[in-house]
């Protein structure tokens, strides 16, 4: 009736942004992820038949537990376990500032719930449940390198990748970011004259970097995984109003990356929903990006490619 796993927040090299008109949380574009070795969420849920809602703590703060408790509400199901649970989360990097902490919050709870209800569930089923919560999270199930498409239902699943890739995070701030991903999406969506053309533009990049992967060729995932972010940021500023998710760091931080390829160091970056700057490159390469993007960065981890979601207790 206890259990703790912990999961991996995913940076998308091929990024997610927008939902198919259907129920289920679905994605309207494909997704590529790699796992972030160096961040993780930690959370236990234990069943407790004298609750009588299920109560969150993020990071030792009560937190809102809408979400959480539809995840569990479908595990529930599946056990025929009708008590609430205390769910106690923590992340040991900044939370709902774009560091993906939904992406692990969610793999995490989703496989902590399931093993304290005796749920059992493949890996696939557990990446649908993890997805209905937040569609990034179906991808930090797995570990390494993980598709996730956009067919009814879906599932993600792991990606063959001969290529070594790691990611230096360049965070800009610690706060919480401007808009949470799912409004963001959606105004995007409603609002923004690139949407279709994102939205039709995104299965070949997402194919262009599975192919690069299959082929362990860094610079052809890093070209197209940069493509895929301005893309999405590009669509994000059409909206209107404008979803700016930049700052002036995020710019300088580019700069910094295209500085490094002038100098001959193969990087490129990634931005998601927040002014953070992840950047690919080659393992042998991490300190030296991670010592040019400081000066822009109130922080740097350096995350090699992390494993799946796992139980620890
Ligand atoms: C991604 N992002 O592929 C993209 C890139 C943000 C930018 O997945 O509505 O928090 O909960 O399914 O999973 C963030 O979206 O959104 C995200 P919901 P989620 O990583």
Request: hydrophobic share 50%; glycine share 6%; proline share 5%.
């Amino acid at each position: 009736m206890r259990a703790t796993a912990i999961a991996h927040p995913n940076v998308a090299l091929a990024k997610y942004w927008g939902k198919r008109a259907i129920p289920g949380n679905v994605p309207a574009t494909p997704s590529i992820s790699v796992s972030l070795g160096g961040l993780q969420t930690r959370t236990t849920v234990e069943l407790d038949p004298s609750l009588t809602k299920d109560v969150l703590t993020l990071n030792g703060a009560l937190a809102d537990s809408t979400r959480a408790s539809a995840l569990l509400d479908e595990v529930r199901a599946l056990a025929g376990i009708t008590a609430f649970a205390r769910i106690e989360s923590h992340n040991d990097f900044p939370t709902a500032s774009g560091l993906a902490s939904s992406a692990s919050g969610f793999a995490a709870l989703a496989r902590a719930a399931v093993t304290a209800m005796g749920v059992s569930v493949d890996d696939r089923e557990l990446s649908r449940i993890a997805r209905r919560a937040s569609a990034s999270a179906a991808r930090s199930v797995f570990g390494g390198f993980v598709a996730l498409g956009t067919e009814d239902n879906a599932a993600a699943e792991p990606v063959e990748s001969a290529a070594h890739v790691t990611v230096v995070v360049a965070a800009v701030t610690l706060g919480p970011k401007l808009q949470s991903s799912t409004s963001g999406m959606e105004h995007c969506r409603a609002t923004s004259p690139y949407y279709d053309a994102w939205v039709a533009d995104a299965p070949r990049v997402a194919a262009e970097i599975r192919a690069a992967l299959a082929a362990g060729d860094l610079e052809r995932v890093g070209v197209a995984a940069e493509a895929s972010a301005l893309r999405m940021h590009a669509c994000m500023m059409a909206s209107a109003p404008a979803l700016l998710y930049f700052q002036p760091a995020t710019l300088d931080l580019l700069a910094r990356v295209r500085a490094l390829r002038a100098e001959g160091v193969a990087a490129w970056a990634t931005i998601d929903a927040g002014p953070h700057v992840k950047v690919l490159c080659a393992p042998r390469d991490a300190t030296r990006v991670a010592e040019k993007l400081a000066p822009s960065a109130v922080r740097t981890i350096i995350a090699h490619v992390g494993g799946p979601a796992r139980v620890v207790e």
